[in-house]
């Protein structure tokens, strides 16, 4: 097969299918006297396996497994396989570590602290959140929550924003959660907005881990049969 062969099946361009081989995603070909490429049906069958991996992991995670494979690296490969899955697998935790904040929030929104409109002292929110000054300024110094200063006295002083990351660091402690792991979630929570929205922008990002995951598994496919065409003729790799 030429170039432009394999190119075909993926909607590719032909110096596309070269760059790949040349980065190491492909064996390399052979030539004819021409100097012209010879891709085989186990090239078509890396490509295959790359272009899904790229889909489901990206580009750079992909291209390493490729080239631990054609180093005969099998350990490699599958370790790179195996960081995906633990990525995944972290990224469904922290989703479900949210969903189940914003449950409590839910139940807690009428409680002692709920959304705000005062600013309120370091001492005002830990009597109200049940926790000791000294708390708070732990949380500041992990980056979990902020506060602002007055002039002059430089008392802190806890807008409701801060108020609120407060309460859900709170929370979340309660639940045995460590700070590490909090600050991950409170990241996410600020990207996905409001709890009022919360609902529904989990659910877009349950379906994107869910489209991953599927890719994934759609990409472990292709590389098993990969390998198994590997197994049964080697293909020279690499080269100078």
Request: glycine share 10%.
């Amino acid at each position: 097969m030429r170039p432009v062969d394999l190119a075909r099946e993926h909607a590719l361009s032909a110096q596309a299918v070269r760059n790949y081989e040349e980065a190491g995603a492909l064996p390399v070909a052979a030539r004819s006297a021409a100097g012209h490429r010879r891709y085989t049906e186990r090239h078509a069958c890396a490509l295959r396996a790359f272009l899904a991996l790229r889909r489901a992991i990206g580009h750079a995670p992909a291209l390493e497994i490729m080239r631990a494979v054609g180093r005969e690296d099998l350990d490699a490969a599958l370790t790179g396989v195996d960081r995906a899955h633990d990525r995944l697998l972290r990224d469904r935790a922290t989703l479900a570590v949210v969903e189940q904040t914003i449950g409590e929030l839910e139940t807690h929104r009428e409680g002692r602290l709920g959304r705000g409109t005062r600013v309120l002292g370091i001492g005002v929110l830990a009597g109200r959140l049940g926790v000791s000054p000294a708390t708070l300024r732990h949380w500041e110094a992990e980056g979990l929550i902020s506060a602002v200063r007055e002039q002059g006295s430089g008392h802190r002083r806890y807008p409701p924003q801060q108020a609120y990351d407060a309460e859900l660091v709170h929370l979340l402690r309660r639940g045995g959660h460590r700070l590490a792991d909090i600050r991950i979630v409170l990241g996410q929570m600020h990207g996905l907005g409001e709890p009022t929205s919360l609902r529904a922008a989990l659910d877009v990002s349950r379906d994107r881990i869910t489209a991953r995951g599927l890719a994934l598994l759609e990409a472990s496919a292709e590389l098993s049969s990969h390998l198994r065409a590997e197994q049964a003729g080697p293909l020279a790799w690499g080269g100078d």
